[in-house]
């Protein structure tokens, strides 16, 4: 008899008939037969509430031969308790180690089938002509292939993780983009009053439309982003599990593990455009807001040296001689600017500015203080007294302040409104061309009086327009 048969023996006889695993605490019948002492015992308690299932007072069937034995005869098997242990501790041979067809040890490896095979299925017909190797020689192969399968999809993970993450931090973006934009539409709509409820309600639904397309496109990928972070990590973890496993065991389903492998596609999707397509835009509100309209003009005692200003009425240019024109603590030497003759310090006020730019012509428009610093570089922002726009043609336009998301147009706005509402601190920028809101400033109040403000930016780059004056700068 061999080592397999041995232990096919070994198993058999320490194994219980009722539950067909080793014994635990085994005891014998008066026949000779054993059981775990659970087990007989509710055996025969079942026997006990059958009919007829009793014979004898005392006394049950024996499971294996159906002889009569009584209960309390029943004897340990100490040297059977032994038996089982030792067959517990023994290795053995499990199932998935034998060839199913031959009961042989899978000793081989078929490398045209990806299959382990015993010597006996070497020699059939099917096996005959194949490439075989021992299993230890294809363990190695296939354990290198196995680890650099890992690696790669770890990299995929890691990088599926990362646009993840892109795409929720996108999502969290374009919420706060159409949270900003809600609320703009309903201010604006609040100085227009209660009959412009309905229009108010149509460019909300648009922006919720909207909101709900580019949401849905975004949460969608972030959703497949997810799913296929969850494959690549389901497979993953059945490489390094598969990995961890003995030789014949790793071998075992390879084949259909690495087709897997190989079939498994990684995609990553487009990023999704979050340029908000609704704008708002009031109907009739440019022309109340004509009805605050000044004539504002350009101070040519404050204009930059080569800033020119040509009034179109009086056909004369007012640009003040450069001869002097350095020591004037009004004019701007550090940008080609100029503020307006008129001071504000209450009230509403609103003016419109033509733009005729050239390549990509810098300029800002807006309000100052009265008091900003003309000749030093400084930002134009509120902070140093300036709330202004200002654009590079074909470019972005962008508030003139650390505002995190800069409103992107298509195009430039040829024709400019600038409103002024000192006492509500708000000063608000429109496009004339289709009468969409750009920018608002908004704060408590305003510290002190205010100024309209023009800057252009280098020579030949464009002219500006205010009410009957062009300015441009001297090339």
């Given at each position: 008899m061999d080592a397999l048969e041995l232990a096919r023996k070994l198993q058999e006889e320490a194994t219980c008939s009722i539950c067909l695993d080793y014994f635990t605490d085994p005891v014998m019948t008066s026949c000779g037969?054993?059981?775990?002492r659970e087990c007989i015992r509710l055996t025969w308690e079942k026997a006990k509430g059958r009919k007829g299932?009793?014979?004898?007072?005392?006394?049950?069937?024996?499971?294996e031969c159906r002889e009569l034995s009584p209960q309390r005869n029943l004897r340990p098997n100490r040297l059977l308790t032994k038996v089982a242990?030792?067959?517990q501790q023994h290795p053995g041979f499990q199932s998935r180690d034998l060839c199913a067809e031959h009961q042989e040890l899978l000793k081989l490896f078929c490398e045209d089938d990806q299959i382990p095979i015993c010597v006996v299925c070497k020699e059939a017909r099917e096996h005959r002509t194949h490439r075989v190797v021992p299993v230890e020689e294809a363990v190695q192969e296939y354990k290198l292939k196995l680890q650099a399968d890992m690696g790669h999809l770890r990299e995929?993970?890691?990088k599926t993780g990362r646009l993840q993450a892109r795409e929720r931090q996108t999502l969290a973006e374009w919420q706060e983009k159409v949270k900003e934009q809600r609320?703009?539409?309903?201010v604006e709509f609040e100085k227009m009053g209660l009959f412009l409820l309905e229009e108010e309600q149509r460019l909300l639904q648009a922006l919720k439309t909207e909101d709900e397309e580019v949401g849905a496109r975004l949460r969608e990928s972030s959703a497949t982003l997810e799913r296929q972070g969850h494959s690549l990590e389901m497979l993953l973890l059945q490489l390094e599990d598969k990995n961890q496993h003995s030789p014949l065991q790793m071998l075992q389903d390879i084949k259909e593990l690495l087709s897997r492998r190989n079939s498994l596609s990684v995609q990553y999707p487009e990023a999704t455009p979050t340029v908000l397509r609704t704008v708002c835009r009031v109907p009739g509100q440019i022309e109340v807001l004509k009805s605050f309209q000044e004539d504002v003009v350009p101070d040519p005692a404050t204009a930059y040296p080569y800033l020119l200003l040509y009034e179109s009425r009086q056909r004369r240019y007012l640009s003040t001689p450069l001869e002097g024109a350095l020591h004037s603590k009004d004019r701007f030497l550090a940008y080609p600017c100029a503020v307006g003759r008129e001071t504000f310090s209450s009230g509403r006020h609103y003016w419109e500015v033509g733009m005729n730019l050239t390549g990509d012509?810098?300029?800002a428009l807006g309000v100052c203080r009265d008091n900003v610093s003309r000749r030093d570089r400084v930002p134009k922002c509120p902070e140093n007294g300036f709330w202004v726009v200002q654009l590079c043609?074909?470019?972005?336009y962008t508030p003139s302040t650390s505002a995190p998301?800069?409103?992107t147009l298509a195009e430039p706005p040829s024709h400019m409104g600038v409103f002024l509402d000192f006492e509500a601190g708000e000063v608000s920028f429109y496009n004339l061309k289709d009468g969409s809101h750009l920018h608002t400033y908004a704060q408590l109040q305003f510290s002190g009086p205010l100024k309209p403000f023009f800057c252009l930016g280098a020579p030949k780059s464009g002219q500006m327009v205010i009410s009957t004056v062009t300015l441009w700068v001297k090339g």
């Open positions: 037969h054993n059981f775990c299932g009793r014979k004898r007072k005392g006394s049950f069937p024996c499971p242990e030792m067959a995929e993970m890691m609320q703009r539409i309903l012509a810098l300029w043609k074909g470019k972005k998301t800069p409103v």
